[in-house]
């Protein structure tokens, strides 16, 4: 019982530290440091070749993650792998929150799926 | 002047390439991403751990997403559940989601 209490508040430790690591960053930093970020996926977030993803509405802290996943190698890609390791913490939460802040085409899958009665598009 | 037969001849395949790379049918891709749904269909739905939104696809660029399902079927690309999703999908499959979810972009 007390070893239960005792992993409990050490996964509760963990979960808000894993939580307040991924703290909001400033858009207008990330604007100016997301500029290389333009040529593949848009100035707008709307990545025109559709070999690179769009980031414009994506969520803040999934851009992050991917961002730290693409740091630390868990997600390998030679382009990205480049870019990103000129990013501090810092960096890669103001370019998310940057892109994150954008209008874009992307959204859940709410209303799309059969049965929704939406109609196939 | 052979040269340039040649140059034709690869633009030609390029061409036909192009064309090769089924165009995934939207309404096949309809039906298979209900799946998905679970978790991308619920706005702000959080992976555990470490927690971050999964992301939103409906509206994602086509190549990126074929990319990305066969990364995480190969390997690759490693997350647990849509690494185990991904094996249940055949390449037609990941075809037919990448068509429809590309064609969602608002």
Redesign the interface.
Known sequence: MKRATILLSFGAVL?FA??AA?AEGNIENGKAKAATCFACHGADGN?V??????LA???N??I??ALHEYKDG???NAIMKGFVATLSDQDIEDVAAYFSSLP???????G????DGDG?? | MTRLQLLGLTAAAALFAAGAHAEGD??AG??L??T??GC??????ENA????????????????LL?ALHEYQSG???HPTMGAQAQSLSDKDIADIAAYL?????
């Open positions: 979960a894993a939580t991924l990545a070749d559709p070999q690179y993803p769009r509405g994506q969520y802290l999934y992050q993650q868990r997600r390998n874009g085409k992307l959204g859940t899958l709410h799309h799926i059969q049965g196939a598009k | 939207k309404a309809r039906k991403v209900y998905c749904n991308h269909g619920v706005v702000g739905y751990y470490p927690r971050y939104p999964v992301p939103k696809i409906a509206g994602q660029n086509e190549q990126y990319n690759e690309r490693t590309s064609s969602l972009a608002k």
